[in-house]
């Protein structure tokens, strides 16, 4: 039995960053005045708010204080949200933003899940949570979050809920208990000066790895990277994807789950440190090729590497591809908890990060570089100029060539088969 070695060093970059990380300041956009800020036109307001209107939300959420749970792996990210949202919450509502930085979902799940067990049913600890997947899926059917209430926000009357990957989060309907927040599209990272032609299916990719050893590995599952990793290769395996589509059916994992594990299994002795170990999160795999110790990342964000360029800790000739037959693209979300006394904050602060200036903020490769989700199609003239101008650095695919190679998410049932399939048939071989 191969012994777990994964590295036990979770970086909440957050906790530690120095008090003048949070001053930086986000490149803010121009607001349009044509923005609306009134609910659309026949929204049902959200469950205790009954016969209000939106400006009454604003009104109560005066002075209110928001503690948001989120993954804070990455500095990036966590300054963007200290600095740019928590400045523009408190000047504009008198909201005061705390980001709770978390390694992993199941942090906040647990915690409202055992104040819920507690009977503790108003006065939780957790007001917002950065959720989609298995995550939001196990928190709507444990009855954790409130709703329905994300089709009130006014910033909703961008979005296109006809899109099927943002009504529905890794097939699982979202029916108003969670706001969109961003969309993903898998990359793969690499230097282009250490590998000048990248392999860009599957099979050249195994082939790669194994004429360099020690130069590929991939987070260790649950790790969201890593496991949308795996998926991939178990797209592959499979023949193709479309068995795995729909419930979740476990004669079917068994059938095509097989030839999966034995690719993974073929190429772990040519991995860094001959697969004995994996990287534990996204953050170390970071660190890995920041340092040169592999010839490639991965992100579930297209601009990540043009970001981490941008700010100095990637090499210059960083650039990023998609594989030829595909990756995996999905929609992330924020929740409330069904038993914060900070709703009208927690919806508040939602409908700003939904907003078209904070969107197109985030969408900045030096502030975040995230994918926005909004429709440009349903945004006033002079704001779809704004976000046609979004710079895109050189190691940025094109929005077409990523349109053109956007693959479905499995429903949350399958990733959790293949993660804990992936550590039995893989890791404790």
């Known amino acids: 039995m191969k012994q777990h070695f994964l590295l036990l060093i979770v970086l909440l970059l957050a906790s530690c960053r120095s008090s003048d990380s949070t001053e930086k300041t ?6 349009s005045s044509s923005i609306t800020e009134t609910a659309p036109d026949g929204a049902a307001p959200p469950p205790g708010y009954e016969g209000q209107t939106w400006a009454d ?3 109560e959420a005066n002075g209110q204080t928001v503690n948001f749970y989120m993954w804070g792996g990455s500095d990036l990210i966590n300054t963007w949200v200290t600095g740019y949202v928590a400045t523009a919450v408190r000047d504009q509502y008198n909201i005061t933003l705390n980001m709770v930085p978390i390694s992993d979902a199941t942090e906040y799940i647990n915690k409202v899940l055992g104040e819920k067990e507690a009977g503790q049913d108003s006065g939780g600890a957790v007001d917002l949570v950065w959720v989609n997947g298995e995550n939001f899926r196990t928190m709507r059917q444990g009855d954790l979050l409130y709703g329905r209430w994300s089709q009130f926000l006014p910033s909703s009357t961008y979005v296109n809920w006809n899109d099927p990957s943002v009504a529905n989060d890794f097939g ?3 029916e108003g208990y969670e706001a969109p927040y961003g969309k993903a599209q898998f990359v793969m990272i690499y230097d282009s000066a250490r590998v000048p032609e990248p392999p860009r299916t599957i099979p050249a990719l195994v082939e790669w790895i194994k004429a360099n050893p020690g130069q590929f590995t991939y987070p260790a599952p649950p790790d969201f990277t890593g496991s949308a990793f795996v998926r991939h290769i178990c797209y592959h395996a499979a023949g ?20 999966c594990w034995q690719l993974l299994n ?11 170990t994996y990287p534990e999160s996204h953050t170390r795999q970071q660190d890995l090729f920041a340092n040169s110790e592999v010839s490639f990342d991965m992100a579930y964000n297209p601009a990540e590497a043009s970001s981490l360029v941008e700010n100095g800790r990637y090499p210059t000739t960083t650039r990023t591809f998609v594989f ?10 924020v929740a409330i908890p069904y038993n914060s006394d900070h709703k009208a904050a927690a919806m508040v602060v939602a409908n700003f990060l939904l907003s078209p200036e904070a969107q197109l ?12 989700v909004l429709d440009p199609a349903l945004l006033p003239a002079e704001m779809q100029a704004q976000f046609a101008a979004i710079p895109r650095g050189e190691a940025t695919l094109s929005t077409e060539e990523l349109a053109a ?13 293949f993660e804990q399939g992936w550590e039995t048939a893989v890791l404790q071989r």
């Open 405 to 417: 190679h956007r693959l479905p998410e499995l429903q949350a049932a399958w990733l959790t088969a």
């Open 324 to 333: 030829d037959s595909g990756t995996i693209a999905n929609t992330h979300y």
């Open 361 to 372: 903020s985030k969408a900045q490769p030096e502030n975040w570089g995230d994918l926005p």
């Open 26 to 31: 986000a490149v803010r956009p121009t607001t």
């Open 240 to 259: 193709s994807y479309d068995a795995l589509l729909g419930e979740f059916d476990q004669a079917v994992f068994n059938e095509k789950s097989a030839a």
């Open 266 to 276: 073929e190429i772990e002795p040519f991995l860094w440190r001959e697969g004995q």
């Open 172 to 174: 699982y309907p979202v």
């Open 57 to 59: 939300i604003v009104a």
